[in-house]
T-cell receptor, first 114, second 113 residues
Framework: NAGVTQTPKFQVLKTGQSMTLQCAQD?????MSWYRQDPGMGLRLIHY???????DQGEVPNGYNVSRSTTEDFPLRLLSAAPSQTSVYFC?????????????FGEGSRLTVL | GEDVEQSLFLSVREGDSSVINCTYT??????LYWYKQEPGAGLQLLTY?????DMKQDQRLTVLLNKKDKHLSLRIADTQTGDSAIYFC?????????????FGPGTRLSVLP
């Protein structure tokens, strides 16, 4: 019963490095999204996708790229990491079949940029 | 833009009731939600309320919605140490099935023995 799986759980980067946070879901959900969580600011939407091949920007998209080649996977790419991107990142999925539009979250990926 | 506000901290004694408050701005939200985040974990849906309801009760949880004031509250009766967590208020925005959510900053509930 995997649900939403994120990797890695922890990562330390140097300024300017690039990396990809992986997200996979096995519930056949059409909607997937990435949030970042910062103290006192709640969750802010970075990018989202309503289906394979379709992505759109959320509230804080700068410095991040996404793609959705399959229903299952929704990777988040940091192009050139900056200390301001130090945060906890959550992937979430949902579906029109999900009761009341519930979002299912992964366990999070904690990223530190030095 | 849309905004959801809630206080950041709440401490209660074990056995007491906890009340977490939230204000939101988008009056067209279909659902309003409470999510719970335990330490080191992702968020999980705790409960929700449909926008045409005033109150919803689910075991120890009571959700009250005042649409006029755009105020949502979560009451936890007989609060236990296992209830210690961060509680997020959220509203769904947009036309589709809650695909876009706005979350509040979260209220950290500490339950003292």
């Amino acid at each position: 019963n995997a649900g939403v799986t994120q990797t890695p759980k922890f990562q330390v980067l140097k300024t300017g490095q690039s990396m990809t946070l992986q997200c996979a879901q096995d519930m056949n959900h059409e909607y997937m999204s990435w949030y970042r969580q910062d103290p006192g600011m709640g969750l802010r939407l970075i990018h989202y996708s309503v289906g394979a091949g379709i992505t759109d920007q959320g509230e804080v998209p700068n410095g991040y790229n996404v793609s959705r080649s399959t229903t299952e996977d929704f990777p988040l790419r940091l192009l050139s990491a900056a200390p301001s991107q130090t945060s906890v990142y959550f992937c979430a999925s949902s579906s029109s079949r999900t009761f009341a539009g519930e979002l299912f979250f992964g366990e999070g990926s904690r990223l530190t940029v030095l | 833009g849309e905004d959801v506000e809630q206080s950041l901290f709440l401490s209660v004694r074990e056995g007491d009731s906890s009340v977490i408050n939230c204000t939101y701005t988008d009056s067209s939200s279909t659902y309003l939600y409470w999510y719970k985040q335990e330490p080191g974990a992702g968020l999980q849906l705790l409960t929700y309320i449909f926008s045409n309801m005033d109150m919803k009760q689910d075991q120890r949880l009571t959700v009250l919605l005042n649409k006029k004031d755009k105020h949502l509250s979560l009451r936890i009766a007989d609060t236990q140490t296992g209830d210690s967590a961060i509680y997020f208020c959220a509203e769904s925005i947009g036309d589709n099935y809650g695909q876009n959510f706005v979350f509040g900053p979260g209220t950290r509930l500490s339950v003292l023995p």
